[in-house]
């Protein structure tokens, strides 16, 4: 091999060298994609919920090496026989299309309105199993979280405390066992004031959706 030769093999070899190690630079630098599952308390009924919803404050708390995206949709049951099924909504395909790294779930509170849970109630914990089971399917294999929703300090819409806490949580419990998927407990970290919540007493304020956020990002920290 002549010595032009040898020079144009080296220019191409450190050229591929170096297209290799920036490609993996690039890859490093991906963000971890999080997709943040649920009903109007993931949505965020807060003004500026662009802003101020739990995933948005998630997003910020994590920082740069992390991409947050709100999937929640008012009013939406884990029930797939719900009067508003999660499992039908635009928010479940965009969780699904977002290629997440980490899956935040975040329902069941409008499961307890009676209508859903007195009809469906005994669906629940398959639902719930379910749906964990599709996104840590995913091509991408993510970390999936399930959380417990937040207290009841006033019913209304027919959401209530008590279907909460002697049936949607207790079902909560029982899949993340058997799918081995972790628990958030945003049940015991959100204090039951009403100076964190809304109104209504269902949907937390712009407090609250910050330490929802906050106990989010140090279960996810924890582990990644």
Sequence with gaps: MNSGLKRMVMVCSLTALLLGLAAANN?????????CVGDSIT??????????AWPVVLGRILGRGYRSINCGHSGATMLKKGDLPYWKQPEYKKA?????????IMLGTNDTKPWNWNKHGKD????????????KALPTHP???????????????????????????PAI??????????????????????????????????????????????AIK???
């Design 43 to 52: 949505q965020g009924i807060v003004p500026n919920p662009q802003k101020n």
């Design 222 to 224: 924890r582990r990644h």
């Design 173 to 218: 419990r029982k899949a993340a066992r058997a799918t081995h998927t972790p628990i958030i407990n945003v049940f015991r970290g959100l204090p039951g004031k009403m100076k964190y919540y809304d109104s209504d007493g269902v949907h937390p304020n712009i407090k609250g959706e910050a330490i929802m956020a906050r106990i989010i990002a140090k």
């Design 143 to 169: 970390r999936v979280y399930i959380c417990l929703p937040p207290k009841v300090v006033k019913p209304a819409y027919g959401i209530n405390e008590k279907n909460l806490v002697a049936g949607v949580i």
């Design 27 to 35: 890859a490093s630098a991906a963000p971890i994609r999080v997709s």
């Design 124 to 135: 629940f914990l398959g639902d719930t199993e379910a749906m964990i089971r599709v996104f």
């Design 96 to 104: 699904i299309a977002f290629h997440p790294n980490i899956v935040v």
